[in-house]
């Protein structure tokens, strides 16, 4: 007896391909990036994995496992990754509801930068992480994304002494082949740093760095990083700890971003990538003059990446579509961004143009929500077919549940799908006894809210 549902979406925008559901489906099945040709997954990875997603976070390595759909997505964004590390810049507006899949997405980017040997950083915008700010909140999200820096060898973060010592033995290297002094090949190397604002204390500090390295001497080497980092407060002890003027603070943020993926360069790699979450955090300040400081920030960056001021230097930005699209507090109420961050007036439905700033995470297709309940199955056996808890005919039935309970919902926010769905597995692998049937129940699997003749619902029999 086929299991019916209902979907929210054309019958145009369905059979575009020409392949019929069902087929689609089969084919999906049948990819080679499918669980039946993954291998085995270790039980670490696979713990973390399955942890984090019944939490409703991101997992922070695995996402190869559980990756679908939005390949023209993925794509866009490869795009730019590739630009960056060619000596352009990029900016992309990631927006998506709670739920839908952004934090994901900018995991997964942040996975193929490291890859192309970027080196990336990653915060989440809060109360106390702003992108402008006067009370250090400014200067916190710095000392966030830089304590959060990873390179493909330090994947995890705090990577950033890592890229410091790697500059200065590249340099002694450079220095031993050609007989120079090691400190003024340092000097010379750094040169370029300079013509930018900030450049010289930077600059500086990097030179202290190497006289600690030189000399054996570890603190003058810690608190060179601590700078660099932004954990300095106060300029009197800067001066005293480093012989520099300067600090990280609220007004040089952008600025010291700048020189960051100018330094990475300099250290041997592609570039630097900037990914920003919860970005709605600036559409919740109530005052207009703190919301609109921000505001101009993000129409500073936006206007350097575009224009190329900026070069090895790309942002993400993580937001739901009340932060881009509120005429009274979101993106769009600040008018310059409003015309900079438009959508083409000549894409569609049909077609979506992902070459412009905003990447907008639509609701995943029924094959891709079955392709992922695959791999997630597939991951809580770690990689062992042997060991799957339930059968395909579980998977339609429990996507029929969601259908049923949640409507179209779960196709655009798939995080509580999964929950659920994990949930379901882990009761039955802690009671063998028990059968996905009963836990799912005797559900009724008529469209919900369908009317007969509807021609904006389709369908589908699995």
Known sequence: MPTTFSRSCSRDRLHASGIRPCQRWARAMTHPGTPSAAGRIRPRERDAIVASLRAGMVPRAGQQHIQVGRAAEVQAAVHDVDRIAGGGAGCRFIIGEYGSGKTFFLHLVRSVALERRLVTVHADLSPDRRLHAGAGQARALYAELMSNMATRARPDGAALATVVERFVTSALGDAAASGDDPAETIRTRLA???EMTGGYDFAAVVGAYWRGYDSGDDRLRTDAVRWMRGEFTSRVDARAALGVRTIVDDSTFYDHLRLMARFVRLAGFNGLLVCLDEMVNLYKIIGSAARNANYEQVLRIVNDTTQGSAAHLGFLFGGTP????????????????????????????????????????????????????????????????????????ALTAYMAYCSERLGDAYFRTPRETIRGFLDLLALLEQHPGLHWSALLGMLDLAPAGSAPGDDELTSFQL
């Open 322 to 393: 009340e932060f881009l699209l509120d005429p009274r507090r979101g993106l769009f109420s600040y008018p310059a961004l409003a015309s900079r961050l438009a959508p083409n007036r000549f894409a569609g439905s049909d077609r979506i143009d992902h070459s412009g700033p905003v990447i907008r995470l639509g609701s995943l297709a029924p094959e891709d929500v079955f392709v992922l309940l695959t791999k997630l199955r597939h991951v809580f056996a770690a990689g062992d077919p042997a060991r799957y808890l339930v059968p395909d005919e």
């Open 192 to 194: 370029s740093l300079t």
